[in-house]
């Protein structure tokens, strides 16, 4: 068994108070993400960064009005991968976040970075959403496909590493975390849900939806302090 601990987003855009798509509590997650940062029994430490250009597909702002509201509004959306164009999907729409060269893209001070040993960066592709970590929002898990959304093939380089289980952490819980883990589910990990490591964008309804999706994926949902964390530490001294 080899475990790695996945930190999503914890970006400044994500964390209030200045945050343009802050998360409640966002900032607040940070003692524990730094706990975990540190615990031995981690293999690998990944950090997570939306990385967009300017003219995003999910920025609000890139689209006439009427309907081109934050967070209420949705366009359609193209799968860019070859042989797949006619597959859609509605995008819900955002405030502009997280453009790649901005402050607002940077890791919150807070995060102990010194701890990571990979950087993924996603999201980059501007004609469709990537909130996994792994694949873009139709599911695309091949690096080929994936090269212009990302800059590592995050698969890949945890099945170089041995890797077995995968632990997610960060925000959001009911998009970007949830999706991350539901990815790693389907690339073959073990995967492995932080509940108190994370926060939603729609903490009530959302989340609870996003737990039945992580449940149907076959994520376990833990806590920082449970039984699956603390049993890191057995099998790294076995």
């Known amino acids: 068994m080899k475990a790695a601990l996945i930190v999503v987003d914890m970006q400044e855009d994500f964390c209030p ?24 029994g981690f293999t690998l430490r990944v950090a997570s960064k939306d990385n967009h250009p300017a003219n995003h597909i999910s920025f609000a702002s890139n689209h006439p009005a009427p309907d081109n509201l934050p967070f209420s509004s949705f366009v359609t959306m193209t799968n860019p991968a070859p042989g797949k164009h006619t597959e859609t999907k509605p995008q819900r729409l955002w405030p502009i976040h997280c453009v790649a060269g901005t402050t607002g893209a940077d890791l919150i001070p807070e995060i102990d970075a010194s701890k990571f040993d990979l950087y993924v ?5 501007a004609r469709v959403e990537m909130y996994s970590a792994f694949a ?13 959304s990302v800059d590592v093939d995050l698969r890949g380089v945890l099945r170089e590493h041995g890797i077995t289980d995968v632990f997610c952490v ?3 819980g009911d998009y970007c975390v949830k999706s991350t883990a539901v990815d790693a589910a389907r690339a073959g990990f073990r995967s492995f849900l932080v509940e ?7 903490a009530g309804e959302g989340w609870e939806e996003a737990k039945r999706e992580l449940r ?16 890191l530490l057995v099998e790294e001294q076995l």
Do not use: W
């Open 17 to 40: 108070p200045n945050g343009s798509l802050a998360v409640h509590e966002a900032r607040t997650l940070a003692p524990t993400i730094n706990t975990l940062l540190s615990h031995p």
């Open 216 to 231: 149907e994926a076959g994520v376990g949902l833990v806590k920082s302090d449970g039984v699956e964390v603390k049993g």
């Open 136 to 148: 873009d929002a139709f599911g695309n898990l091949d690096k080929e496909v994936n090269r212009s």
């Open 170 to 172: 960060g925000v959001a």
């Open 196 to 202: 108190d490591a994370t926060r939603c964008v729609d």
């Open 121 to 125: 960066h996603k999201g980059m592709d």
